[in-house]
């Protein structure tokens, strides 16, 4: 049993949840708002790879602003005092309020809405030249109907060197493959997600990492639209582009973003100009990080931020939305 740290002009109200490196309390911080306040677990802080996530979900997540996209107000990346102090989302995670309704699928709107936002959030994210690597209903939170994207202890910039991580059940066939991760293979993982809460069920099942990754490399799941004919056309047709096998012939998140606002009726404009602005960007170093599923191998040397600048923006071949065509027909 971990003794509860405490963090000088938090005052903890109660616990919020227990993973797997972290308790997460809701506290009043010393402006007297409520946050969510992740503390690592001693155990974390000894393990110099799982020190080294925290750290990363800090820096990370104090330098992304999207509504769709886990707040941070305040944090210490690394040593005893670590902590990261983030926006607090009374409803939890997706995750947690799937198993509330007991295996029943979200209302259609509902799960449009909560792809939307997560689509939304994946294409800013992109647009910075960042991939998350763990896109899954356990890293989604929620708040009066919107969701937003959490768990960045995973994210990197790719500019700054590959890295090869995700969890089995959403994980692209490329990561199975020991090949870094981009943002096509977060676009899968969208991918499965999309056709869970569509369907009600994931696209690939398995009691091991072994019969997940035969399945998720060799079988094809059955279409979106004869599970659940409710599903638009054109998102039921997306998301099952996203699961293809070969990152190339997956679409980016804004073109899904773009179809599940469609299909909500909602204008797709504004996404643009937000996701223009950079973030605040942290000039520490990063450290070298590993990946949840093996050692991260990195492929570009680490490039100086300038101030203002986010590091390893995205290229033209990531941003990619605008030359990607859905009805070109793909090798
Ligand atoms: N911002 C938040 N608002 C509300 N609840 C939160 C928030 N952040 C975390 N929680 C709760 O705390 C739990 C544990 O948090 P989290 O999953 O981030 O911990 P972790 O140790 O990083 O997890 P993992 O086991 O994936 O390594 C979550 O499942 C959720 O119930």
Same mark, same amino acid.
């Given at each position: 049993?971990?003794?509860?740290?405490? *963090?000088?002009?938090?005052?903890?109200?109660?616990?919020?949840?227990? /993973?797997?490196?972290?308790?997460?309390?809701?506290?009043?911080?010393?402006?007297?708002?409520?946050?969510?306040?992740? *503390?690592?677990?001693?155990?974390?802080?000894?393990?110099?790879?799982?020190?080294?996530?925290? /750290?990363?979900?800090?820096?990370?997540?104090?330098?992304?602003?999207?509504?769709?996209?886990?707040?941070?107000?305040?944090?210490?990346?690394?040593?005893?005092?670590?902590?990261?102090?983030?926006?607090h989302y009374p409803e939890g995670t997706l995750c947690d309020v799937l198993t509330q309704r007991a295996g029943k699928k979200l209302p259609l709107e509902e799960a449009l809405r909560v792809l939307a936002d997560v689509a939304s959030g994946l294409t800013y994210l992109h647009r910075l030249g960042a991939v998350h690597q763990d896109v899954k209903t356990q890293n989604v939170y929620l708040d009066g109907g919107r969701a937003a994207l959490g768990d960045l202890g995973s994210a990197y910039f790719t500019?700054?060197?590959?890295?090869?991580?995700?969890?089995?059940?959403?994980?692209?066939?490329? *990561?199975?493959?020991?090949?870094?991760?981009?943002?096509?293979?977060?676009?899968?993982?969208?991918? %499965?997600?999309?056709?869970?809460?569509?369907?009600?069920?994931?696209?690939?099942?398995?009691?091991?990492?072994?019969?997940?990754?035969?399945?998720?490399?060799?079988?094809?799941?059955?279409?979106?639209?004869?599970?659940?004919?409710?599903?638009?056309?054109?998102?039921?047709?997306?998301?099952?582009?996203?699961?293809?096998?070969?990152?190339?012939?997956?679409?980016?998140?804004?073109?899904?973003?773009?179809?599940?606002?469609?299909?909500?009726?909602?204008?797709?404009?504004?996404?643009?100009?937000?996701?223009?602005?950079?973030?605040? *960007?942290?000039?520490?170093?990063?450290?070298?990080?590993?990946?949840?599923?093996?050692? %991260?191998?990195?492929?570009?040397?680490?490039?100086?931020?300038?101030?203002?600048?986010?590091?390893?923006?995205?290229?033209?071949?990531?941003?990619?939305?605008?030359?990607?065509?859905?009805?070109?027909?793909?090798?």
């Amino acid at each position: 049993m971990t003794p509860e740290r405490s *963090i000088p002009g938090y005052k903890l109200l109660h616990l919020l949840g227990r /993973g797997h490196t972290a308790l997460v309390h809701l506290a009043q911080d010393p402006q007297g708002r409520q946050v969510a306040l992740k *503390i690592p677990l001693e155990e974390t802080l000894r393990v110099q790879e799982a020190a080294e996530r925290f /750290g990363n979900e800090v820096r990370m997540t104090l330098q992304f602003r999207h509504p769709q996209v886990v707040q941070g107000y305040t944090g210490t990346a690394y040593g005893p005092k670590a902590f990261v102090a983030l926006r607090h989302y009374p409803e939890g995670t997706l995750c947690d309020v799937l198993t509330q309704r007991a295996g029943k699928k979200l209302p259609l709107e509902e799960a449009l809405r909560v792809l939307a936002d997560v689509a939304s959030g994946l294409t800013y994210l992109h647009r910075l030249g960042a991939v998350h690597q763990d896109v899954k209903t356990q890293n989604v939170y929620l708040d009066g109907g919107r969701a937003a994207l959490g768990d960045l202890g995973s994210a990197y910039f790719t500019a700054q060197g590959g890295q090869s991580s995700g969890s089995p059940y959403y994980m692209a066939p490329e *990561i199975y493959h020991g090949e870094s991760s981009s943002s096509a293979s977060d676009v899968y993982s969208l991918g %499965v997600l999309a056709y869970e809460l569509l369907s009600g069920q994931r696209p690939h099942q398995g009691d091991t990492y072994e019969e997940l990754m035969v399945a998720h490399l060799n079988r094809f799941a059955p279409p979106l639209s004869h599970l659940n004919p409710q599903v638009p056309r054109s998102v039921a047709r997306l998301a099952e582009l996203a699961l293809a096998k070969r990152p190339q012939d997956r679409p980016p998140a804004e073109i899904l973003r773009r179809a599940l606002l469609a299909a909500l009726g909602e204008p797709a404009e504004e996404e643009d100009a937000e996701a223009e602005a950079a973030p605040p *960007i942290a000039t520490t170093p990063t450290p070298r990080q590993m990946g949840r599923h093996g050692p %991260v191998t990195p492929r570009v040397p680490t490039q100086p931020v300038a101030a203002g600048e986010a590091p390893g923006a995205a290229t033209t071949e990531e941003r990619g939305s605008a030359r990607w065509n859905p009805f070109k027909r793909r090798k």
